[in-house]
């Protein structure tokens, strides 16, 4: 295509531009929406860690809420129950992440379509249940609470650059992951599973191996809400959760990484704001997701590469154009 080198400059000029941006955020943003973009932040690598599935792997989960709070309670067990230190409890909570998303795996994989999608919301479900009603260690609907950051993260903008550096090594990580060869697979088998088979693939085993490494960030992007909520609840671990971050994978574009935390920044700028404003804000991200589907049923990222490849079309029938008329020019000339 044409304008793909410019595409790339404008890619990495981009990219170079938002992490000016969000490196000098604090500096000039107040408090409030500094933690604001601490969440979006977090929320940003629930919805990429949901992304490999939706969007690379054509897995429509709902049961991501499952190893966020998975993640989540563990950290904040240790941390509270046994006074362990961040490193270990971030260490149990990414271990008890993985544990629980191996175990749900090797039965939701044997399904597929929307029974994959029900069998997930189902074995998500179960980890609401134990959250609600295994008070002694999760503190039952109350909770719990009292989640103390370490010293060198204890403020908010120290946090917020702690989270934001993470989100960075996040986001480079899946990038390298998605354009490898497993990624590609990936994306093969997303296309068509028969296909791959066909062609030698193990199709489960690509599929659990991602199934893994989404609940292990999943996992993690729990740990780090509890330690900037400092409170982890049963509703964190419900279906609202899950079909947040469903929603930001599809409001931003599946199968795109920018995407994914396009999304999660648009709909928690959007909870935050606009409850400022009115306690209807579910009203408005309703109104907001059905202008997206009806317009770019793929996403805004979707959107913007079809006006550019419009726009692209156009250029060449110009160009097109004009070479054809050159020598009939010439003629008249003559």
């Not at 490898?180 to 791959?196: K, Q, V, Y």
């Not at 060449?316 to 003629?331: C, L, S």
């Given at each position: 295509?044409?304008f793909?080198p410019?595409?790339?400059?404008w890619?990495t000029?981009?990219?170079?531009a938002?992490?000016?941006?969000?490196?000098?955020?604090?500096?000039?943003?107040s408090?409030?929406?500094?933690?604001?973009?601490?969440?979006c932040?977090?929320?940003a690598?629930?919805?990429?860690?949901?992304?490999?599935?939706v969007?690379?792997?054509?897995?429509a989960?709902l049961?991501?809420?499952?190893?966020?709070?998975?993640?989540?309670?563990a950290a904040?067990?240790?941390s509270?129950h046994?006074?362990?230190?961040?490193?270990?409890?971030?260490?149990v909570?990414?271990?008890a992440a993985?544990?629980?998303?191996a175990?749900?795996?090797?039965?939701?994989?044997?399904?597929t379509?929307?029974y994959?999608l029900?069998i997930?919301?189902?074995?998500?479900?179960l980890v609401?249940?134990l959250?609600?009603?295994?008070?002694?260690?999760?503190g039952?609907?109350?909770g719990?609470?009292?989640?103390q950051?370490?010293?060198?993260?204890a403020?908010?903008?120290?946090?917020?650059?702690?989270?934001?550096?993470?989100?960075v090594c996040v986001?480079?990580?899946?990038?390298?992951?998605?354009?490898?060869?497993?990624?590609?697979t990936?994306?093969?088998?997303?296309?068509?599973?028969?296909?791959?088979?066909?062609?030698?693939?193990?199709?489960?085993?690509?599929?659990?191996?991602?199934?893994l490494?989404s609940?292990?960030?999943?996992?993690?992007s729990?740990v780090?809400?509890?330690?900037y909520?400092?409170?982890?609840?049963?509703?964190?671990?419900?279906?609202g959760t899950?079909f947040?971050?469903?929603?930001m994978?599809?409001l931003?574009?599946?199968g795109?990484?920018?995407?994914?935390?396009?999304?999660?920044?648009?709909?928690?700028?959007?909870e935050?704001?606009v409850?400022?404003?009115?306690?209807?804000?579910?009203?408005?991200?309703a109104?907001?997701y059905?202008?997206?589907?009806?317009?770019?049923?793929?996403?805004?990222i979707?959107?913007?590469?079809d006006?550019?490849?419009?726009?692209?079309?156009?250029?060449?029938?110009f160009?097109?154009?004009g070479?054809a008329?050159?020598?009939?020019?010439?003629?008249?000339?003559?």
């Amino acid at each position: 295509m044409i304008f793909d080198p410019l595409r790339g400059r404008w890619v990495t000029a981009a990219a170079a531009a938002a992490l000016v941006f969000l490196a000098v955020y604090p500096w000039f943003a107040s408090r409030f929406m500094v933690t604001v973009l601490v969440q979006c932040l977090i929320m940003a690598i629930l919805a990429m860690s949901l992304d490999l599935m939706v969007g690379y792997t054509g897995l429509a989960s709902l049961g991501h809420a499952a190893y966020f709070g998975t993640g989540a309670y563990a950290a904040a067990i240790m941390s509270v129950h046994y006074k362990m230190g961040f490193p270990e409890a971030l260490a149990v909570g990414l271990l008890a992440a993985v544990a629980v998303t191996a175990v749900f795996a090797l039965v939701a994989l044997r399904a597929t379509g929307v029974y994959f999608l029900m069998i997930t919301f189902a074995l998500a479900m179960l980890v609401w249940g134990l959250a609600y009603r295994w008070n002694s260690m999760t503190g039952g609907e109350n909770g719990i609470a009292g989640v103390q950051r370490p010293a060198f993260i204890a403020g908010t903008t120290a946090f917020y650059y702690f989270v934001l550096a993470i989100a960075v090594c996040v986001f480079a990580f899946f990038a390298v992951l998605v354009r490898s060869s497993f990624g590609r697979t990936l994306m093969g088998i997303r296309e068509s599973e028969s296909r791959m088979r066909t062609l030698g693939y193990n199709v489960w085993l690509h599929k659990y191996i991602i199934f893994l490494l989404s609940g292990l960030f999943s996992g993690l992007s729990g740990v780090l809400w509890v330690y900037y909520d400092s409170l982890v609840a049963p509703p964190l671990v419900d279906l609202g959760t899950s079909f947040d971050a469903l929603l930001m994978v599809s409001l931003g574009g599946g199968g795109t990484l920018v995407g994914a935390v396009l999304g999660a920044l648009i709909f928690k700028m959007m909870e935050n704001l606009v409850n400022l404003f009115t306690d209807r804000w579910l009203t408005v991200v309703a109104l907001v997701y059905i202008t997206v589907v009806l317009l770019a049923p793929q996403g805004i990222i979707g959107l913007l590469r079809d006006l550019a490849e419009r726009r692209e079309a156009r250029v060449k029938a110009f160009g097109a154009a004009g070479r054809a008329d050159a020598p009939a020019r010439k003629e008249g000339s003559r």
